[in-house]
């Protein structure tokens, strides 16, 4: 969403605080343009009130989310506090304001959905294919190995390159949100399916002989292909629940957790930057939650 050009004085500092959030900050662009729209539209509909971000008060930008109840869900209107807030923020910082209007913000709570995860009989159900006379296939077992292995975001995998694997330690280096990199382990069966598959991708080098998953048309393997890829061994596997890589990524995380309990080593492993972020992604249960705090807590161990 692009302000018109009665808007322009608005527009030069957006364009700033973007540029600063992709050269400075490494945000994808899919994140910029979510800032681009929100603050787009605050702009839009705040105009006739003041003539610059830097005239708007906490008021009026309260009274502007509460207007935008009813047209927003909880959701969006939460996107839209953060994304003023950052860009406050970054005017502070610039030394166009001394206080950030938008820090004290209400917006309404909601309820985030709990991620779903497969049980670990559906995910060794799922990589349970032959792969011996399919290259794809192979390819594709690879794919679907790494993201139940090291718990990779999408965008991670289809990042990855040759160089990132460190294999005389089973080790991988992503590069996550933010451009922040992390080194991950590589469970077995992920090794021996990546190395199957690096027998035969000689076929598909094109335009890109570093990237590690490779397409049919010799470039690097795309989102959207790897989405298909899934999906279609879903289906041919016989599960019952729509799959996609995040519910890989999730069920790594569930499954991990479930095992150690350590929920900051769980943490680190998905790279986020918030523990809350993690508990929520994991959505440990009662009864796991008791079960640690049982086994843990010096006034509750059993004897």
């Given at each position: ?9 608005w527009?030069?500092d957006?364009?700033a605080?973007?540029?600063y ?18 603050l ?5 509909q705040?105009?006739?009130?003041a003539?610059?971000?830097v005239?708007?008060?906490?008021t ?7 207007s935008?109840?009813?047209?927003l869900?909880?959701r969006?209107l939460?996107?839209?506090?953060a ?6 923020r ?13 820090s004290y ?7 985030k ?5 497969l ?9 349970d ?11 594709d077992?690879a794919?679907l ?9 999408l965008?991670?995998l289809?990042?990855a390159n040759l ?7 089973a ?9 922040k990199?992390?080194?991950?382990p590589?469970?077995?069966m992920a ?5 199957d ?12 002989p ?30 019952a629940?729509h ?11 569930t499954h ?5 309990s350590?929920l900051r080593a769980v943490q680190?492993l ?6 809350n972020t993690t508990?929520v992604?994991?959505?440990l249960d009662f009864?796991q939650?008791a079960k ?6 010096p006034?509750?161990k059993?004897?």
């Open positions: 969403m692009t302000l018109p050009a009665e808007l322009d004085h527009q030069a957006l364009s605080f973007l540029a959030l992709k050269h400075e900050r490494g945000y994808s662009d899919k994140t910029l343009s979510s800032y681009q729209l929100q787009s539209a605050v702009a839009s705040v105009a006739e009130q003539n610059h971000w005239e708007l008060t906490e009026q930008l309260q009274l502007h989310i509460s935008c109840r009813k047209s869900k909880a969006s939460a996107l839209r506090v994304s003023l807030r950052s860009f406050y970054y005017l502070v910082q610039q030394g166009k304001l001394k206080e950030n209007p938008a913000l209400q917006v309404p709570k909601f309820d959905p709990l991620p779903k995860n049980d670990v009989d559906q995910v060794n159900h799922l990589l294919f032959d792969t011996s006379e399919d290259a794809l296939a192979c390819r077992k794919i190995e790494l993201f139940y292995s090291s718990g990779l975001r965008d991670e289809v990042s160089q990132d694997i460190d294999w005389s330690e080790l991988i280096r992503v590069r996550g949100k933010g451009n990199q992390r080194v991950l590589i469970g077995r090794v021996a399916a990546i190395k598959w690096l027998k035969v991708r000689s076929a598909y080098v094109g335009t890109e570093e990237a590690l998953f490779l397409s049919k048309q010799k470039n690097r393997i795309s989102n959207r292909q790897v989405q298909q890829r899934v999906k279609l061994w879903s289906e041919r596997q016989g599960l629940q799959l996609h890589p995040h519910m890989l990524r999730h069920s790594f995380a991990m957790l479930e095992s150690s350590d680190e998905l790279g986020h930057a918030n523990l508990q992604y994991t959505h009864q939650l640690v705090y049982d086994n843990a807590h006034r509750a059993k004897k």
